[in-house]
T-cell receptor, first 120, second 114 residues
């Protein structure tokens, strides 16, 4: 299978602190990873696309200086929420695409279990 | 721009009844189509996908979906609902002629009554 992990699964922090969330592809290499944000009872909103070895591509309205993304290896991408505030509280989900493989599986994104962030 | 519409944010069925979750997309070129399931406080799990070939796609947990180009639809069905099917279901597409971006529908919460 294609397993994606996220760490931590839960984080509670004080307003003004920075929080780092890790996304790992455990059994495959992922050139491209994606970060999504999901508010309660809503769909997933793409925040940014993370490409190994290059700068992330952010969606319109997402502050790149607020949400720092680093994709340093083919199995790890990190999202850092800098100077977090209560409005940043949300469920953050990452996904990863296989670097190689059969064409019919190359387009599939495999999702992590999500990280719930609560900023007090 | 690609859009995905899931008709009905909430669907309630009785255990053993047919499950039908609707998904329509807007695209002149058939995209890749996906259904994902999300259990509470968890990430998304791929149920099934359509890329090319047979238009009736079978997935995990007894679910299947049929791509109908003429209707621009990809509805998800299951003949007999189980209590464990209660979850949030998302339809998503990737344009066939471009990159990576997965566009999600608004989601449908499936409730199963005993």
């Amino acid at each position: 299978g294609a397993v994606v992990s996220q760490h931590p699964s839960w984080v509670i922090c004080k307003s003004g602190t920075s929080v780092k969330i890790e996304c790992r592809s455990l059994d495959f290499q992922a050139t491209t990873m994606f970060w999504y944000r999901q508010f309660p009872k809503q769909s997933l909103m793409l925040m940014a696309t993370s490409n190994e070895g290059s700068k992330a591509t952010y969606e319109q309205g997402v502050e790149k200086d607020k949400f720092l993304i680093n994709h340093a290896s083919l199995t790890l991408s990190t999202l850092t929420v800098t100077s977090a505030h209560p409005e940043d509280s949300s469920f953050y989900i990452c996904s990863a695409k296989r670097t190689s493989g059969r064409l019919l599986s190359a387009e599939t994104q495999y999702f992590g279990p999500g990280t719930r962030l609560l900023v007090l | 721009a690609q859009s995905v519409t899931q008709l009905g944010s909430h669907v309630s069925v009785s255990e053993g009844a047919l499950v039908l979750l609707r998904c329509n997309y807007s695209s002149s070129v058939p995209p890749y189509l996906f259904w994902y399931v999300q259990y509470p406080n968890q990430g998304l799990q791929l149920l099934l996908k359509y890329t090319t070939g047979a238009t009736l796609v079978k997935g995990i947990n007894g679910f299947e979906a049929e791509f109908k180009k003429s209707e621009t639809s990809f509805h998800l069905t299951k003949p007999s609902a189980h209590m464990s099917d209660a979850a949030e279901y998302f339809c998503a597409v990737i344009p066939n002629n471009a990159g990576n971006m997965l566009t999600f529908g608004g989601g449908t919460r499936l409730m199963v009554k005993p």
